[in-house]
């Protein structure tokens, strides 16, 4: 019988699977039918990002037998409609959240839904503001005022571009040993940030559409490549990020500037959406909280399979 082999995942494409060996060698892995029987509720049971054993056949693929334990993962809603989650990547030290202005415009309510669904499993993330150069002065001082919002509340920021080499140097010293997922809009420069870090990897660059001034695709799986003493997670654009797994009491935990008044309200079980006594509500109002961000806290709330109703009611 053949010896069970570890590695990593480095690229999955829905049925195969790249798999990187401790020695550093490549091999192309497929499940083994009854793995898919074990109860996983999500639309890829394996990720890139996952340490797997496999066992290595005559004809020199693998078949990967046992999923090791994941530390983290990042996940979203399969579609819109779905009750079944897709998990983006595992095993994440750190994400970069490529954020553009224009061509295509990043939308807050994409961005803090990120972020949600990063803090549900602690992952540091970093806000990195692309295509600086292309920007006008007042596009730069939107700029500034969404950087003071997001680093008040813990989100480090950085303003990149490939075409002057702003804020590249940085980024790549930020990924030095970790392992770094970058995610984003299709459009917002993911491929040309990674293609400048490391110019070997020379992953294809989609161009904008003229018509709606939005990304194509040009990531179709998600594919991680060894960078230096590190690790960069490539994935593909996201229109949309909808969260699946947290409960509505939860969400007020994944605000960081609303989490650090959950003891301070009348009721220990408050909402902040409409109790008296409410020190959330009262910080809005004061200026300290960002009026979008608590909108946007709101919207997660309100997303229909959170049941916002029956807690609200306690």
Not at 231 to 238: E, H, Q
Request: glycine content about 8%.
């Amino acid at each position: 019988m053949s010896e069970l082999i570890s590695g990593l995942v480095m690229r999955s494409t829905g049925s195969w699977y790249e798999v990187r060996t401790d020695d550093g060698g490549i091999v192309s892995c497929r499940l083994r039918g009854q793995f898919r029987t074990k109860g996983i509720k999500t639309t890829n049971p394996v990720v890139v990002g996952d340490r797997v054993r496999f066992l290595v056949e005559k004809d020199g693929c693998g078949y990967i037998t046992t999923l090791e334990p994941r530390r983290n993962f990042i996940d979203r809603k399969s579609t819109n409609l779905s009750k079944i989650s897709h998990i983006i990547a595992a095993n994440i030290d750190q994400a970069f959240l490529v954020v553009t202005l224009r061509d295509p415009r990043t939308s807050l309510g994409f961005i803090d839904r990120f972020l949600v669904a990063a803090e549900g499993f602690r992952i540091h993330t970093h806000l990195i503001f692309n295509k600086i150069d292309i920007y006008s002065e007042e596009e730069k001082e939107e700029i500034a005022a969404l950087e003071a919002i997001y680093e008040k509340i813990g989100y480090p920021t950085l303003r990149t571009s490939t075409v002057t080499g702003e804020g590249m140097a940085e980024l790549k010293a930020l990924m030095a040993g970790k392992v770094s997922l970058f995610s984003g809009h299709s459009g917002v420069g993911k491929s040309a940030i990674i293609n400048h870090i490391d110019p070997t990897l020379n992953l294809k660059v989609g161009k904008i559409s003229d018509v709606h001034s939005k990304g194509t695709h040009t990531t179709t799986f998600a594919s991680m490549f060894a960078v230096g003493d590190g690790f960069l997670i490539d994935t593909p654009g996201v229109k949309e990020f909808g969260l699946i797994r947290y409960r509505p009491e939860e969400i007020r935990d994944y605000f960081p500037e609303i989490r650090k008044y959950n003891n301070r309200c009348r009721f220990s079980d408050c909402s902040h959406t409409h109790e008296p006594g409410c020190a959330v509500l009262q910080a809005l109002e004061d200026g300290e909280i960002a009026p979008h961000r608590y909108e946007n806290y709101l919207n997660i709330l309100n997303d229909s399979d959170m049941n916002l109703a029956e807690w609200q009611l306690r």
